[in-house]
């Protein structure tokens, strides 16, 4: 257990490095994931840790602890009728004559979902030829780690139609176990960075054709929701799209982005 001071100490260390707000009902989540790094480190108490990130002078350390604390729940095509829609816009912003486009997955994990967007994509745009990027953002840099190397165990693939598999993705065996990688087209049209949503304005210029922010204002309280939704007002265009969790709703947050589905708005 951790005295309420220390748990304190460090719910005020994570949101200040993430945003994150952790209650003071996570506890348990707090002992567990901090304590890897205790471990780790060799140390014998929460105190001890907290002494290092305090002489943490590189970030280092704050990055790992991020690493430990961060939630990466994911899957390929989670969530599959909000890449259903993002197919329908693609076909008919190429109808309209568009061809380069420019998409945000602002909390993508180790991968999966902004290369599922990217097969959506590919499929929308058969038989033509686009200039098409996806960002892939995260805090952790052990998930970026994963969705830079597109490399996925049997098991996360499952999700992923048969016939998409053997298009997008390569059999491999390393110590006879089996795994899938995302072929070059997919990768090359991924560019992933490490990025803090608690902290705009973000870097890109846009204007972005749509932004994948999905299930991680869940963990953010109102302040650091509107900076971001804000933010993401100003990257996308006209007509562009934010989807989010099903879980999550903008419902007076913001007054530019206009409710098109669950989870689904798009900026006027």
Same mark, same amino acid.
């Given at each position: @257990?951790?005295?309420?001071?220390?748990?304190?100490?460090?719910?005020?260390?994570?949101?200040?490095?993430?945003?994150?707000?952790?209650?003071?009902?996570?506890?348990? $989540?707090?002992?567990?994931?901090?304590?890897?790094?205790?471990?780790?480190?060799?140390?014998?108490?929460?105190? =001890?840790?907290?002494?290092?990130?305090?002489?943490?002078?590189?970030?280092?350390?704050?990055?790992?602890?991020?690493?430990?604390?961060?939630?990466?729940?994911?899957?390929?095509?989670?969530?599959?009728? =909000?890449?259903?829609?993002?197919?329908?816009? @693609?076909?008919?912003?190429?109808?309209?004559?568009?061809?380069? !486009?420019?998409?945000?997955?602002?909390?993508?994990? /180790?991968?999966?979902?902004?290369?599922?967007?990217?097969?959506?994509?590919?499929?929308?745009?058969?038989?033509?030829?686009?200039?098409?990027?996806?960002?892939?953002?995260?805090?952790?840099?052990?998930?970026?780690?994963?969705?830079?190397?597109?490399?996925?165990?049997?098991?996360?693939?499952? /999700?992923?139609?048969?016939?998409?598999?053997?298009?997008?993705?390569?059999?491999?065996?390393?110590?006879?176990?089996?795994?899938?990688?995302?072929?070059?087209?997919?990768?090359?049209?991924?560019?992933?960075?490490?990025?803090?949503?608690?902290?705009?304005?973000?870097?890109?210029?846009?204007?972005?054709?749509?932004?994948?922010?999905?299930?991680? @204002?869940?963990?953010?309280?109102?302040?650091?929701? $509107?900076?971001?939704?804000?933010?993401?007002?100003?990257?996308?265009?006209?007509?562009?799209?934010? !989807?989010?969790?099903?879980?999550?709703?903008?419902?007076?947050?913001?007054?530019? $982005?206009?409710?098109?589905?669950?989870?689904?708005?798009?900026?006027?």
């Amino acid at each position: @257990m951790m005295d309420p001071t220390t748990l304190d100490r460090f719910r005020e260390i994570v949101y200040t490095a993430s945003g994150i707000a952790l209650s003071p009902k996570k506890e348990a $989540l707090v002992c567990a994931r901090v304590g890897k790094r205790v471990r780790a480190l060799g140390l014998s108490s929460y105190e =001890q840790y907290l002494d290092v990130l305090a002489e943490d002078t590189t970030g280092s350390e704050i990055v790992q602890l991020m690493d430990a604390v961060c939630t990466n729940v994911t899957s390929f095509f989670r969530d599959a009728d =909000q890449f259903d829609f993002m197919v329908e816009m @693609m076909e008919r912003w190429l109808e309209a004559g568009q061809t380069r !486009f420019r998409f945000w997955s602002a909390a993508s994990s /180790t991968g999966e979902e902004p290369y599922s967007l990217a097969i959506a994509l590919l499929e929308a745009a058969k038989g033509h030829v686009t200039d098409t990027k996806i960002l892939a953002t995260d805090l952790s840099t052990s998930a970026l780690a994963r969705c830079a190397e597109g490399l996925y165990e049997a098991r996360r693939i499952e /999700t992923v139609p048969a016939d998409l598999l053997a298009r997008y993705f390569k059999r491999e065996k390393h110590d006879d176990e089996v795994y899938y990688r995302v072929r070059p087209e997919l990768r090359r049209m991924v560019v992933v960075r490490r990025m803090n949503l608690s902290t705009p304005p973000f870097p890109m210029r846009g204007p972005l054709d749509a932004v994948f922010c999905r299930n991680v @204002m869940i963990y953010f309280d109102n302040p650091v929701r $509107l900076r971001l939704l804000e933010d993401v007002q100003r990257l996308l265009k006209p007509g562009g799209y934010l !989807f989010v969790g099903h879980a999550e709703s903008l419902t007076g947050i913001v007054s530019s $982005l206009k409710y098109v589905r669950p989870a689904i708005y798009v900026r006027n």
